[in-house]
């Protein structure tokens, strides 16, 4: 068992959180260690990001991370969406932003992996 963070970190969190937005706050656990934050991707996209909070983290810092992390596989992303729209995805059948293969048919017989 592990004692819980002083007063000011809950103060400095609730700061953070009111100065990155509520809006960007999907979930937080009952202890404040754990939380969800959303970004959505300049093709507007919604995205989450889990994060394990230490008693010194920065929620805008990590905030910011994430949304470079996000522009950075923005074009993987279109072209993805593109292959998922334009043609007949085999595999996966329900394809997640983490999948990053797919088994497109060619023909009747012909399938392709990408």
Do not use: C
């Not at 809950?10 to 934050?37: N, P």
Request: charged share 30%.
């Amino acid at each position: 068992m592990h004692a819980a963070p002083p007063p000011q970190y809950y103060t400095q969190l609730i700061k953070e959180i009111e100065s990155l937005g509520w809006d960007k706050l999907a979930y937080i656990d009952t202890e404040f260690s754990t939380i969800k934050l959303k970004a959505e991707d300049t093709s507007g996209r919604e995205h989450l990001i889990t994060v394990k909070l230490k008693s010194k983290s920065s929620l805008i810092n990590i905030h910011n991370q994430f949304l470079a992390a996000l522009e950075s596989l923005k074009e993987f992303w279109d072209v993805m969406d593109e292959i998922d729209k334009m043609t007949w995805v085999l595999e996966p059948e329900k394809p997640t932003r983490s999948a990053t293969m797919r088994r497109i048919a060619i023909d009747r017989d012909v399938s392709s992996s990408l």
